[in-house]
């Protein structure tokens, strides 16, 4: 079972959702992915307001909608709302039917606003997937990066973290989450450059990485490539590709 | 048969790489099916001396011409550039390849246009660097802004049966600059063309003639450009264009 742990629907110009998931999916078919966790909405944000994280939700519950079987929502939450986001997480989650919760760039993560998200996620056993990057051309004043993920981390011992992206500049992410092991960095969001699998599986072990793509910006073959073409053995591979994120997840 | 248009050979500056040698692109080449690669030396892109780094390449390869076919890197913005790029051609190079961005000078500097001439006299090809790394990862006190392609349009209006190969685009360029590509001999590699089946959008920008297939290994997963395009969906005579047809036009 190869399940993507990250990607967000945006159609093209002019195409519908239904295109747009058509397309993800045809793709999705001639690469083998089974299964994609959807998250954000049709186009980026960087600082939604109540009814934008509204109509994000509800553009993720649209598209599960389209292909039940193939995508898995999940709640994205804001620590600029946090009453708003735990009646996301009910609607969506507990009665919807989503199996995560995703943080973006909103605020830092180690904001406080984040500690009733993550205590909800904890009761519920919901993983959280969160932005990081480490841009040496400079982040966005509120794009957290491994460091402010592993203060949050490290406030909440019993949530699963998901490090989207593995920090961006990946020898610096995993270098700083190696010995935090409730985070596990994803493959997804930067170019597939040789070597990331390997020394991710070396810092952090196979155990603990899991594929993301950031379709539908990034290619999937781009960032599968990255598992199937590293030089690890197949059983590393299966739990990268699927079996860490389908652990993580409740049913 | 799969031509790789994309690949360079020699120690990265920045990290450790598996398969930087010949030995090991050849071995990453057998395991895909990939049944030769145009090579270029990773030290072209930051010496001063470029004729050492053609050299160390021609080295590199050596017993292993017949699959790995070596492209000289030149700089038109340093003294000299004509007797390296003489010396290329005695020395079995088949085309030329410009990083402008580390070499310091952009597409409408007159030595470039220079350049260009004496290599559509030796009826080579030339193949523009529009980024080696994701500017977000270069090294602290390395930094080098991606190339400009403000001035592509004229360069392809003075050099219009110049064979042109721009490598590490995207499918947004390919929409940008459709109008350019038509009976021209102007091409973009796949090695940095992401989204969805984002090679399925750039051949319908372009068309699959301008389109080839481009690695960027052993810097990047040779895998992520036979996986990119599985998930195109591409057949028949457009996919056989991208894998080998244009690159075995495009050397003559
Ligand atoms: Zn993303």
Not at chain 1, 84 to 105: C, D, H, Q, T
Not at chain 1, 195 to 218: I, K
Not at chain 2, 161 to 176: K, N, R, S
Not at chain 2, 227 to 246: S, V
Request: proline share 6%.
């Amino acid at each position: 079972m190869v399940i993507d742990c990250h990607i967000h629907l945006m159609p093209h110009p002019g195409e519908t959702q239904a295109q747009a998931a058509r397309r993800t999916l045809a793709a999705m078919d001639r690469l083998g992915i089974d299964k994609a966790c959807v998250s954000l909405g049709d186009r980026l944000i960087v600082q939604p307001n109540a009814t934008e994280l509204r109509e994000q939700n509800a553009w993720v519950a649209s598209t599960v909608a389209l292909a039940p079987d193939r995508f898995i929502g999940f709640v994205y939450c804001s620590p600029n709302h946090p009453e708003l986001s735990l009646e996301l997480i009910e609607e969506y989650a507990v009665r919807g039917g989503f199996r995560g919760i995703k943080l973006w760039v909103c605020q830092l993560a180690d904001h406080a606003g984040n500690d009733a998200i993550c205590r909800r996620a904890a009761q519920l056993g919901l993983p959280v997937l969160a932005h990081t990057w480490v841009k040496v051309t400079g982040n966005m004043p509120t794009e957290s990066t491994p460091d402010h993920l592993v203060t949050l981390a490290r406030r909440h011992p019993d949530v699963n973290f998901i490090m989207a992206h593995a920090g961006g500049d990946w020898e610096r992410g995993l270098r700083t989450v190696r010995h935090v092991p409730h985070i596990y960095p994803d493959t997804c969001g930067n170019d597939p450059e040789a070597g990331f699998t390997e020394l991710a599986v070396a810092l952090v072990g196979a155990e603990r990485l899991v594929f993301g793509s950031d379709a539908t910006g990034r290619s999937f073959a781009s960032q599968l490539a990255k598992v199937t073409g590293a030089d690890i053995t197949d059983d590393q591979k299966r739990l990268i590709l699927g079996d860490n994120l389908e652990r993580l997840m409740p049913a | 048969m799969i031509i790789d248009s994309n690949c360079t050979l020699g120690p990265w500056p920045f990290r450790r790489l598996r398969h930087s040698d010949a030995a090991g692109l050849l071995g990453l080449m057998d395991g895909l099916g990939i049944t030769q690669a145009w090579v270029g030396a990773v030290e072209g892109i930051f010496y001063r001396d470029m004729a050492a780094a053609n050299e160390q390449l021609l080295e590199r390869i050596s017993g292993h011409e017949d699959r790995l076919v070596p492209w000289a890197v030149v700089n038109p913005a340093f003294p000299g550039w004509e007797e390296d790029l003489q010396e290329a051609e005695q020395a079995g190079f088949v085309g030329v390849r410009l990083y402008p961005n580390y070499h310091a000078y952009d597409l409408a500097d007159p030595r470039l246009g220079d350049l260009l001439g004496a290599v559509k006299a030796l009826h080579w090809p030339v193949a523009i660097y529009a980024r080696v790394q994701d500017e977000r990862l270069h090294h602290w006190h390395m930094l080098v802004p991606p190339v400009g392609f403000a001035g592509l349009p004229q360069v392809v209006e003075r050099f219009p049966d110049l064979p042109m190969v721009i490598c590490g685009q995207t499918w947004q360029f390919a929409q940008q600059f459709r109008g350019l590509f038509a009976g021209t001999n102007l091409y973009l590699d796949i090695s940095r063309c992401e989204g969805v089946a984002g090679v399925a959008d750039m051949v319908q920008a372009i068309g699959a003639d301008h389109v080839l297939f481009g690695s960027h290994a052993p810097l990047f997963y040779l895998e992520a450009a036979v996986l990119k395009i599985q998930e195109a969906g591409l057949e028949g005579t457009a996919r056989e264009a991208i894998l080998h047809g244009n690159a075995t036009r495009l050397l003559g």
